[in-house]
Every structure is written in C-alpha cells, then in structure tokens.
C-alpha cells in the first residue's frame, strides 16, 4: 500500500523528528519561549496555506470522496489546530502587528512552495499526498509524547493537539483514501505521489531545525 511504501522511505525523517531537540524539549517543559514563539509565527503561515491547498486540491481533483475529505480537513483544521494557534498567540500575546513585520523563514516558505508546486506540475492525488505527513507525522508524535505528558502548561496543550483518538481516527482515513488512489494510478503519477510524501517529510524534520536555530534568510 502507498502510506506503507511512503512511510518506510521516509523513516529516516519520521525518526529524526521522533529525537529531535525541539521534540524531546516540548516533552520535558525546557523549549526556549523565544524558540516556541518563533516557531508558532512560522507555524501561522505554514497552516494558513496548509488550508488554503485542501480547498485548492478539492477544486482541482474529480473524485468526490476526496473532494469532501479535504473540504472536511480545511473545516476540521479552522475549528481545531487554527483555533488552538489563536489561543496560543493571545496568552502569549503574539498581535497582529508582530505577525505582520515576522518574516517568513526559508524552511517554512520552501516547505509551502513544495506543497503548491504539487498542483502545478504534479497532480491532485501527487498534491493530497505530499499533505499527509505533516498529519501524520504530528499525531504520532502526540501518541507518543502523551503517554508522560510535558510538565510546560502549554507544551502539554500542544501535544494534547495531536494525540486523541479523533486525530487517529483522521489519519486512517486518508491514509486508505491515498491507498486507494495511488493502486488507480498510473507509475508515473505513484512516483510523484511517493516523491512529494517523502520531500514533505524532509521539511518536517528542516521544520524543527529552522525553529532551533531561528532561521533567517542569509544576506
């Protein structure tokens, strides 16, 4: 199956994610607050596009159940992840003002430019499927981090996120959607669909990386 054969080339980054600082720092309550911020104002951009592609690709695919899938997604991400953003940046006191002068990092513009290019030279199922990681990839890192929690308040929140029933139950219905597209597929169009799934993967891992090092654009 596709997400078996996706996941298993991708392992090498799913691990590194697993161990990673910024992971394993969410975990034990000790993320620098500067790091978190940075990374919730890079996260900001990431999901208000992340959104924008579900609605793009239910437009451009003509197989209805993953039109309704994705549209249910983008409704899904406004009520849940996007809303638990919100609170974070009000506590935090993160204001339209400072989100309007952030700039938006390399990794978290080359990550959105990924996901766009899917549409335009690869296909809709090509696109859907370089989507899944990050769903995946973060809810199963919230299984794995809820078992002990973080002693951090609102670290624990963040994995609270991700690590419920209903985000499981999420993610197995579009890994059997993805399957069922990528057996209909032609070889050419499972390439692109196993290629975009593991670039994703990569700039998950980058993701970590660019919110420890609170990454710029060099001069």
């Known amino acids: 199956m596709f997400t078996e054969l996706a996941r298993k080339e991708a392992a090498p980054y799913w691990e590194g994610s697993f161990v990673h600082p910024f992971v394993q720092s969410i975990a034990d309550g000790t993320l620098s607050p500067e790091i978190f911020r940075f990374y919730l104002l890079q996260d900001r951009y990431y999901l208000e596009h992340f959104s924008k592609l579900y609605e793009q690709i239910a437009d451009q695919t003509t197989d209805q159940e993953v039109a309704a899938l994705l549209r249910e997604n983008a409704e899904n991400l406004r009520l849940g992840e996007i809303a638990v953003r919100d609170d974070f940046f009000e506590e935090l006191e993160i204001s339209e003002k400072e989100i309007a002068k952030t700039p938006i990092a390399p990794t978290a513009y080359h990550y959105v430019s990924h996901m766009y290019r899917q549409l335009i030279e690869g296909t809709p199922n090509s696109a859907f499927a370089g989507m899944l990681p990050c769903a ?3 809810q199963e890192i919230g299984v794995r981090l809820i078992k002990s929690g973080s002693p951090h308040p609102l670290y624990q929140r963040w994995i609270e996120t991700y690590g419920g029933e209903e985000a499981a139950q ?10 069922r597209l990528y057996e209909a ?7 692109q669909m ?15 990386e660019m919110a420890m090092k609170k990454e710029t654009w060099e001069i």
């Open 194 to 208: 196993l290629e975009a799934f593991v670039i994703s993967s990569k700039m998950e891992y980058a993701f970590w």
């Open 185 to 191: 597929s032609e070889p050419e169009e499972q390439q």
């Open 136 to 138: 995946w990839l973060y």
């Open 170 to 179: 999420g993610i197995l219905k579009e890994r059997a959607v993805l399957d």
